[in-house]
């Protein structure tokens, strides 16, 4: 890794314009993004910024670091494959509730497992803002402001850092979009912490879900120190509101990083195709 310290949040933003709608959570996101690769001291061209689809998964576009827009759901195997070619590469993965843990529930419960290091960021609204609010998996099964579920889902919501925490993610965090630099500094937290990072950001959708506003009264620090420990973790998390912010696991698991064995050189495989 090459470091690069005097980089600045404004060097990591892209000239393009977010087209979220006004009073998204997701522009205090952009903004921890930003000011958290800065602080991590990396240069752009060490960073991979890695997205499926969904509002949130906009984010790599408005990014200055190398970036990959992916399909539904499969961030986390693309980014996965990237730092698993190119471990020199600091790997970000970002998404939404319903990219991550719909169609993509089967990648973040296997990423959780692997470990590999890389970390990813779920901006978490409990809605499906982009096709017009519908509930997603971690919407509550009695929110019945959908014209598609009148009555509620019925159905009990993904609790994503109870998810990831069973599946076996190596650090947990919380936080909370109206917070952006504790956001920032829980993105730094992640990015250093060997093996798979997940950081869940509480981030409003105002637009289909306007209750969301009272999130701000809502969310509270956490009073413990990060659980190093499973059980530890499992015993604070069962207590958990959903509302608590912070570093909430640390382990100390090793990550995944198979012997890499090359045989061929780049100069090889430029000669394949000149002949």
């Given at each position: 890794?090459?470091?690069?310290?005097?980089?600045?949040?404004?060097?990591?933003?892209?000239?393009?314009?977010?087209?979220?709608?006004?009073?998204?959570?997701?522009?205090?996101?952009?903004?921890?993004?930003?000011?958290?690769?800065?602080?991590?001291g990396r240069k752009r061209e060490?960073?991979?910024?890695?997205?499926?689809?969904?509002?949130?998964?906009?984010?790599?576009?408005?990014?200055?670091?190398?970036?990959?827009?992916?399909?539904?759901?499969?961030?986390?195997?693309?980014?996965?494959?990237?730092?698993?070619?190119?471990?020199?590469?600091?790997?970000?993965?970002?998404?939404?509730?319903?990219?991550?843990?719909?169609?993509?529930?089967?990648?973040f419960m296997h990423a959780c497992?692997?470990?590999?290091?890389?970390?990813?960021?779920?901006?978490?609204?409990?809605?499906?803002?982009?096709?017009?609010?519908?509930?997603?998996?971690?919407?509550?099964?009695?929110?019945?402001?959908?014209?598609?579920?009148?009555?509620?889902?019925?159905?009990?919501?993904?609790?994503?850092?109870?998810?990831?925490?069973?599946?076996?993610?190596?650090?947990?965090?919380?936080?909370?979009?109206?917070?952006?630099?504790?956001?920032?500094?829980?993105?730094?937290?992640?990015?250093?912490?060997?093996?798979?990072?997940?950081?869940?950001?509480?981030?409003?959708?105002?637009?289909?879900?306007?209750?969301?506003?009272?999130?701000?009264?809502?969310?509270?620090?956490?009073?413990?120190?990060?659980?190093?420990?499973?059980?530890?973790?499992?015993?604070?998390?069962?207590?958990?509101?959903?509302?608590?912010?912070?570093?909430?696991?640390?382990?100390?698991?090793?990550?995944?990083?198979?012997?890499?064995?090359?045989?061929?050189?780049?100069?090889?495989?430029?000669?394949?195709?000149?002949?």
């Amino acid at each position: 890794m090459t470091v690069q310290p005097n980089l600045t949040a404004q060097d990591f933003k892209s000239d393009i314009k977010p087209i979220w709608c006004p009073g998204c959570g997701d522009y205090a996101v952009l903004a921890a993004v930003t000011k958290a690769l800065a602080e991590t001291g990396r240069k752009r061209e060490d960073i991979a910024f890695i997205s499926g689809i969904g509002c949130s998964s906009r984010i790599p576009a408005y990014t200055n670091v190398y970036g990959f827009h992916g399909v539904h759901g499969r961030a986390l195997a693309i980014a996965a494959g990237v730092k698993l070619a190119r471990p020199d590469l600091t790997v970000v993965a970002a998404g939404g509730d319903g990219d991550g843990f719909s169609i993509g529930g089967n990648h973040f419960m296997h990423a959780c497992r692997r470990n590999v290091d890389m970390t990813y960021i779920i901006m978490d609204n409990e809605v499906y803002g982009m096709t017009k609010g519908q509930a997603s998996p971690t919407t509550a099964s009695d929110w019945c402001n959908s014209k598609l579920t009148p009555h509620g889902t019925g159905i009990s919501p993904v609790e994503p850092v109870r998810l990831a925490l069973a599946a076996g993610a190596n650090f947990i965090a919380r936080g909370f979009a109206g917070n952006p630099n504790e956001v920032a500094r829980l993105i730094v937290e992640g990015i250093n912490h060997p093996g798979f990072s997940f950081i869940q950001v509480l981030s409003p959708c105002v637009t289909y879900r306007p209750e969301q506003r009272e999130w701000k009264q809502a969310v509270h620090a956490s009073d413990a120190t990060p659980a190093q420990l499973i059980a530890e973790a499992m015993h604070q998390l069962a207590a958990d509101d959903g509302f608590t912010t912070g570093v909430l696991f640390a382990g100390n698991r090793q990550p995944f990083m198979p012997e890499r064995k090359i045989t061929a050189t780049f100069a090889d495989f430029e000669r394949k195709f000149e002949s």
